[in-house]
């Protein structure tokens, strides 16, 4: 159990040391030499746990999902509303992008290896679903309008918010996110819901990023 535990500890500090040679240097330019010298392991406790750089990343994009899976969880509550589920759910993205390495490491490397696998799969395709299922909830609970594909919805939102991170990282303003997200919900709500619940949700949207502020 101890020596367990301690490979456990190894691994760990492994994936620790890689999400932060990733951020640095990008997933192209990070070696293996640089990643050992970060965690302060050696070689061999590395290839114990990893066979290549690709697998190292790709475990990095698992922990990474697996740490905003679980923030997220607070919105999995059935008696919050999917459309403020969605909105807080892109906070969240917006928080850990910023203060969790592991996490922005996972959202960069799943750009620049590409395919957005782990190595259990497409994490995109998982957050796909997820968001589909809110823009069906909040369509059933009438925030959002009736006539909407929740599939179409679904898939906006997704590919908002991972283009409003692409974008603040090209650009290296990070720091702009939470008020670029304030921003999209501010544009984007009048298209999905009535007309009596728009200042409502614009509301609710704004007060999000004001514990982001200074």
Not at 81 to 109: C, F, H, K, N, Q
Not at 175 to 184: A, V
Request: glycine share 8%; aromatic share 8%; proline share 4%.
């Amino acid at each position: 159990m101890v020596r367990q535990a301690r490979a456990e500890i190894t691994r760990d500090t492994v994936l620790a040391g890689a999400a932060n040679v990733f951020l640095r240097l990008g997933y192209a330019n990070a070696s293996l030499s640089e990643i050992i010298s970060q965690s302060q392991v050696t070689k061999g406790a590395l290839y114990f746990h990893f066979g290549s750089k690709e697998e190292l990343a790709r475990a990095v994009i698992d922990e990474g999902n697996a740490r905003l899976t679980t923030a997220c969880m607070q919105f999995n509550d059935g008696r919050i509303p999917a459309l403020e589920a969605a909105i807080g759910i892109s906070y969240i993205v917006v928080d850990l992008s910023v203060t969790d390495p592991m996490v922005s490491a996972m959202l960069r490397l799943s750009h620049q290896i590409g395919d957005y696998r782990g190595t259990e799969g497409n994490v995109m395709a998982g957050w796909s679903v997820a968001f589909d299922k809110l823009a069906a909830k909040a369509i059933a609970q009438g925030d959002i309008d009736p006539s909407s594909d929740p599939s179409t919805i679904g898939s906006l939102v997704l590919e908002i918010l991972t283009g409003v991170h692409m974008v603040a990282v090209a650009t290296s303003t990070t720091e702009e996110l939470p008020s670029r997200m304030e921003r999209l919900w501010y544009y984007l709500l009048p298209a999905l819901v009535p007309t009596n619940k728009l200042d409502y949700f614009r509301e609710f949207a704004a007060r999000r990023v004001i514990r982001f502020g200074p």
